[in-house]
Every structure is written in C-alpha cells, then in structure tokens.
C-alpha cells in the first residue's frame, strides 16, 4: 500500500531531505585521492547526528554503516572501508537520514582527481536519467513512467540499468511501497497521486546490467566488473509539481555549470 503524505508531514520529508542532501554535497567534497571510505562515513555521521537526526542506513537489516560507499563495479551498499580513494575512480555515495520521524535518502556518484572520459560519461547520463525520471513524478503519471524515462534514455546512450535493485516509496520507514524499477513501458503500473514520495534512483552500467552479491552479504558488482554509476533523490509528488527535498543550491550549481538542465524545483 502507498502511504501518501500530508502537507505537514511532507514539510518533515523537505528537513529530513534537505540535510541528507547537505551531508552528500560535504561527502562529495571529501572525497578525493588519499580519503579512505570509512573517513566518508564517519564524517557522515557526525553531521547527521549534530544535526538531531540519525543514520537511517546504520543498522538497518543489520547494515553496519551509516553510508554505503560504492567504488568502481560496486554498483550499491558497498561497506566503507580503509580503502583508499584513488586517482581515476568513481565512487557512489549514499546516504540516509532519519530527521523528526522522517527519512532522506539520496546518493550520487562522484570523479576522484582525473577520471577518464568513460567513465565521466557514465555519471553524466546516470545524472541526466534522474532528471528525466523527476519530471515524471506527477499526479496522473503512472509508474511505467518512470521506469520508461530513464530506460529510453539511459539505454540509447549505451548504457543497461540495473534490474536486481530499484526506486521505493519513502516516509517514516525508508522502504516503502511501491517498488519503482529502472525500466518501464509509458501508461502502465500504478497511477501516481499528489502526496506520493518516492526515492528514485537509477544505476547504471557500463556493461551487463547483471550483479552479484560479495560474500560480506551486501555489496552489489557487476558481474563483469565493468564500471556503475548511481544517483538517488528523494522526491514528493504535488499539486506544484515534483519537489525534490534532497535537492541542494550547490547541487544545482554543480549540475547547472556541466551544462544539465535542472528542471525540477527544490
Ligand atoms: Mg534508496
């Protein structure tokens, strides 16, 4: 069952959104050549607990982390580790909070030092794939929708989307219905209704879209080892439009200055 929300509570989603979108914009900062993966998570921690709020991934179904950090053909729920960030990798970052009873999930994928143009690419459609699948998040779409605008995309850039993991509902709980897959067909699966929010978040990879679990139980790669690129927001369906609580002004910035068009509203 899909749990809309009020105008109340979707005022708590924005916090919750708005600081786990603040604390990926820091972890992006950070995370250069030198930075180990368990540096980005403590850091991460610490900003969401002075903030009040907590880590919602940390101890979720036994999760042991407060980020996933996802390096390379990890495509999501990597384990921060001491790995070291390198010159040339990409790593997906995401991030959980739970603020005032309400969560914030968002994730995205950041270059560390000179990374090659392959992979630059990647990101870059993995990005615009989201900003296409926002613009779908209106009263009266259905969920196919979604699925179709980053699919349609992401694939005739030569991309395939992850099939094994997808998009959810989000509120009190971090999953919640419905299900939102990364491929679609337009008009069919559920019809969207204002006061929907929903963490949207493509994968995508350069290979085969098929994964395998490592034996640590948690971190997704693709089974080819060939790069992945993940981008998450969390995004509420209204009479307005699609807002999008984890949207920053600096992401916007950031987005604006690569020359993506960001329609979606903060
Ligand atoms: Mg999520």
């Given at each position: 069952m899909i749990i809309g929300k009020s105008k109340r509570e979707l005022e708590k989603m924005?916090?919750?959104?708005?600081?786990?979108?603040?604390?990926?914009?820091e972890l992006r900062r950070m995370a250069r050549a030198g930075t180990t993966?368990?540096?980005l998570d403590r850091a991460a921690e610490r900003m969401i607990l002075e903030a009040g709020a907590k880590p919602t991934f940390k101890g979720y179904h036994g999760f042991?982390?407060?980020?996933?950090?996802?390096v390379n053909e990890q495509v999501v729920h990597g384990f921060p580790s001491d790995y070291v960030l390198k010159d040339g990798d990409i790593i997906s970052i995401d991030v959980g909070a739970t603020l005032d009873g309400f969560v914030g999930d968002t994730a995205t994928t950041v270059p560390v030092g000179q990374v090659g143009e392959d992979k630059l690419r990647l990101i870059r459609v993995a990005e615009e794939s989201l900003e296409r699948a926002i613009e779908q998040c209106r009263h009266g779409k259905h969920l196919g929708d979604i699925g179709w605008a980053v699919q349609e995309y992401a694939e005739a850039e030569g991309y395939s989307l992850v099939r094994d993991y997808g998009g959810h509902g989000i509120g009190r709980k971090m999953h919640e219905d419905p299900h939102i897959p990364n491929y679609g067909r337009p008009g069919t699966g559920t019809k969207?209704?204002?006061?929907?929010?929903f963490a949207v978040e493509p994968m995508l990879n350069m290979g085969t879209h098929h994964t395998k679990t490592l034996a640590?139980?948690?971190?997704?790669?693709?089974?080819d080892g060939?790069?992945?690129?993940?981008?998450?927001?969390?995004?509420?369906?209204?009479?307005e439009g699609p807002q999008v609580f984890t949207r920053v002004p600096e992401e916007i910035e950031r987005l604006q200055a690569a020359g993506a068009a960001v329609a979606a509203r903060v």
């Amino acid at each position: 069952m899909i749990i809309g929300k009020s105008k109340r509570e979707l005022e708590k989603m924005r916090a919750a959104g708005r600081l786990a979108g603040l604390v990926r914009e820091e972890l992006r900062r950070m995370a250069r050549a030198g930075t180990t993966t368990l540096d980005l998570d403590r850091a991460a921690e610490r900003m969401i607990l002075e903030a009040g709020a907590k880590p919602t991934f940390k101890g979720y179904h036994g999760f042991p982390y407060s980020i996933c950090a996802s390096v390379n053909e990890q495509v999501v729920h990597g384990f921060p580790s001491d790995y070291v960030l390198k010159d040339g990798d990409i790593i997906s970052i995401d991030v959980g909070a739970t603020l005032d009873g309400f969560v914030g999930d968002t994730a995205t994928t950041v270059p560390v030092g000179q990374v090659g143009e392959d992979k630059l690419r990647l990101i870059r459609v993995a990005e615009e794939s989201l900003e296409r699948a926002i613009e779908q998040c209106r009263h009266g779409k259905h969920l196919g929708d979604i699925g179709w605008a980053v699919q349609e995309y992401a694939e005739a850039e030569g991309y395939s989307l992850v099939r094994d993991y997808g998009g959810h509902g989000i509120g009190r709980k971090m999953h919640e219905d419905p299900h939102i897959p990364n491929y679609g067909r337009p008009g069919t699966g559920t019809k969207i209704k204002n006061g929907y929010v929903f963490a949207v978040e493509p994968m995508l990879n350069m290979g085969t879209h098929h994964t395998k679990t490592l034996a640590d139980g948690w971190t997704v790669v693709t089974v080819d080892g060939r790069p992945s690129a993940h981008v998450e927001h969390t995004i509420a369906v209204t009479e307005e439009g699609p807002q999008v609580f984890t949207r920053v002004p600096e992401e916007i910035e950031r987005l604006q200055a690569a020359g993506a068009a960001v329609a979606a509203r903060v």
